[in-house]
DNA sequence: TCTACTTATTCAACGGATTGCGCAGCAATA
DNA sequence: TATTGCTGCGCAATCCGTTGAATAAGTAGA
């Protein structure tokens, strides 16, 4: 749980809607770890509650009205105790591990076909970050920077998932009698 | 979700006990992703009834009795179609993104305290993994060779967020005017 | 003109995961 | 003797996350 603690963060900086949020989401921290719009509504609301934040009621026309959301002097208490607290390193959630002990018992050509398709969806997603990145360290602004690290922890994370597919493949070839190309 | 063909995977070899799958989780799969042993039985409870898996009953003395689950076909069939599914890559979601992008915005010292600490236990995980594998790499067993695999997987990630600290570490003393040591 | 997208919020349902608790008895150790 | 630790199972509550859908009105494009 932190998805709270990442809309404060957000928060600091501006007033900002659900909508807002989610967007700016998708533009940071989110180009890693997205969160759905509902997921960030809910959370408002329950910060709401909380006291964390406040908003305003903005009604608009020709758009929708929207609640402007505010941080609240609780709600900065809450982020900096919060910051304070060391975290637990996060687990590697990946079905894909499953998959190799799985497979190796009924259908190792079938997994070694994924490992190639998981693959090329991380090479993608890398060179998606790598020019992402690339333009944000041309701009060099203050503000970016946090962006450029997230993106910088996303291209290592990629880099080190097709390190690892190497081995895997190697292995499976060295055991099984594979082909060597797919 | 993937904790049921994780459970599958391991029935496939032998009957197992709830208390034997937690624990077997803990030393392969589980050395990088664990699994409380709630969530173990709760899911054995779903499997057996979907008849994914059916059990034994073994009354024991100076035990407690215990179940010893067995993988159905239809478990197996399961298990089969789901490894042919292929899966998303699974998301990063590592709240001490969040905190670097909200601690220099209130305490980027505190922030550089717990990257440190992070990195002391990544590098302690991290020896751990390797001194595990270096002995799994000289038994050289087929059976090992998948828990050889989940461990490489561990250390590159923990190699790959280190070299990540580093970079972090050298953009927040470039900004910010930080003493060069902790 | 009809479709699709953007802005903006919310509800409902389900499933996964975590935390905390409880029961039960044996073995070893301090 | 008292405490801890291991084997073994389970319930309940809560939270987190995902999916899907509804409402509402403007605007841009085929």
Same mark, same amino acid.
């Given at each position: 749980?932190?998805? &709270?603690?990442?809309?404060? $963060?957000?928060?600091?900086?501006?007033?900002?809607?659900?909508?807002? !949020?989610?967007?700016?989401?998708?533009?940071?921290?989110?180009? $890693?770890?997205?969160? +759905?719009?509902?997921?960030?509504?809910?959370?408002?609301?329950k910060?709401?509650?909380?006291?964390?934040?406040? /908003?305003?009621?903005? @009604?608009?026309?020709?758009? %929708?009205?929207?609640?402007?959301?505010?941080? +609240?002097?609780?709600?900065?208490d809450?982020?900096?105790?919060?910051?304070?607290? %060391?975290?637990? @390193? @996060?687990?590697?959630?990946?079905?894909?591990? $499953?998959?190799?002990?799985?497979?190796?018992?009924?259908? %190792?050509?079938?997994?070694? &076909?994924?490992?190639?398709?998981?693959?090329?969806?991380?090479?993608e &997603?890398?060179?998606?970050?790598e020019?992402?990145?690339?333009?944000?360290?041309?701009?060099?602004?203050?503000?970016?920077?946090?962006t /450029?690290? +997230?993106?910088?922890?996303?291209?290592?994370?990629?880099?080190?998932?097709?390190?690892?597919?190497?081995? $895997?493949?190697?292995? !499976?070839?060295?055991?099984?009698?594979? %082909?060597t190309?797919?």
């Amino acid at each position: 749980m932190s998805l &709270r603690h990442a809309i404060l $963060v957000l928060l600091q900086d501006q007033e900002a809607s659900g909508y807002d !949020l989610a967007r700016e989401f998708a533009n940071s921290i989110g180009l $890693v770890w997205n969160a +759905t719009h509902q997921q960030i509504y809910l959370e408002l609301g329950k910060l709401n509650e909380q006291d964390m934040v406040k /908003y305003r009621h903005i @009604p608009q026309d020709g758009k %929708p009205d929207k609640k402007l959301y505010r941080i +609240t002097d609780a709600g900065r208490d809450e982020l900096i105790r919060w910051l304070r607290k %060391p975290a637990a @390193p @996060p687990r590697i959630r990946d079905s894909f591990m $499953v998959k190799i002990a799985g497979g190796a018992l009924s259908e %190792p050509s079938a997994v070694l &076909r994924e490992l190639e398709d998981q693959a090329d969806l991380r090479r993608e &997603r890398l060179s998606t970050f790598e020019a992402l990145a690339k333009a944000l360290a041309e701009r060099n602004s203050e503000k970016d920077m946090y962006t /450029y690290l +997230t993106l910088r922890r996303g291209i290592l994370d990629q880099q080190a998932w097709l390190s690892w597919a190497d081995e $895997v493949r190697a292995e !499976l070839h060295k055991r099984e009698d594979l %082909p060597t190309s797919a």
